[in-house]
DNA sequence: CACTTTTTGTCCAGAGGTGTATAAAAAATA
DNA sequence: TATTTTTTATACACCTCTGGACAAAAAGTG
């Protein structure tokens, strides 16, 4: 019942993503972030606490919206090949398609503060054994269903999958074409044995360069 | 027939290369580059003129470090096959034993600089690129003494083998084992028809983790 | 000694930023 | 009106750094 806040608060932290997303975290000071959003520093802290809390905040704001979340999704049933050919071509698009090639916030921001900041590097290789993790149980959901073979080398099958998503990630950084990162995303899945041919393109024919 | 420098150059532009390659190149201001190389920040603009041009010289220098020198040795009889599975553990294990995990300087400068910094993001993007090309004309070489097939796919096939490179220099900065790293690139290249079970594993067994 | 190059130190004028504290004003509710 | 929360502005004390200019000192050679 006090003064409401003059800002809304999932926007601002949209902002603030796109601002640290573009252009690195180091880069985006609270009086730059507070200028962007038009408040005062004051405001900042009162709001966020710190910067590094406010990058807490990104972050998890930032994996409600990336392609990852459909590998939480799968159940006994789900045709994994297909759900994991799906989930590269979207990345590959969503890459392919950002007029800024940002690439992926997470993994931009390993390279800067894994091993330099001692708090938020951790977090952040959390992110990367999380996600390996996940793939992990992706893949035990396939070979649990006879989709492939376990081999019991699924956690280094997970393991080449996250290198493919890191690989995609810089690459799109440099290489705008969704077809040539679609192929590289074709070829090495195909290596792997999990590329389904019969994959949705999802209503979107590749996309020339 | 003027005074002599009063440090050595090379090592100076090794000092700041190892200053970059952890820290990242935006945390390297001039004043902690000069006070790491013990002389003022007039001499290191008389030296080096700038630090855009310093980074310029420590990106050279890197360059005449990095695992993919073998890359440009290859000619018309160099088993491709084995070259590249050579690389690829090299840089495995390159990687591995760095006690800070620092990754590769210049994929970690991509991050960083491209799309952000305008002199110094097209030189990196040229990097990646030349990277492409070479391997391109690697596969080439392979594809003419017949170890591989010309499907007219080398391009991409290039693209592959870079994208798995990218991929294994940031995952490093979280995985530390020579091992896994191994794993994703055999996996890889087993995938991509590259990969050369006898190649030599240049005298040093895998680590394990 | 003269000449040259490098190093040093200082200044300029400016730029950018930090977390914390505090008080007043503003905005919302009861 | 009183209470509460947010916003604003300001101060503190400090920090960090920039490129360029310039003059003097230092170091090396002829």
Redesign the pocket.
Known sequence: ???????DREAAVEICMHEIWRNGFEAC???????KL??????F???FG???DLFLEVLARYFTQTPDRVLGTVDAKTPVRRLLTDFFKDVCRTRATDPDAKGCLAVNCISELVGVDETLGPVLENTVHAGIDRLEAVLETAAANGEIENDSHLREKALALQNLLIGLSVLSRVVHSEKELLSVAKQTLTGLGLYDEHSSSTSHPALTE
Chains 1, 2 share one sequence.
């Open positions: 019942m006090g003064r409401a806040a003059k800002f000071s609270v009086k730059a972030l507070s200028e038009g408040i005062t520093r004051s405001s802290y009162n709001a710190s910067r590094e």
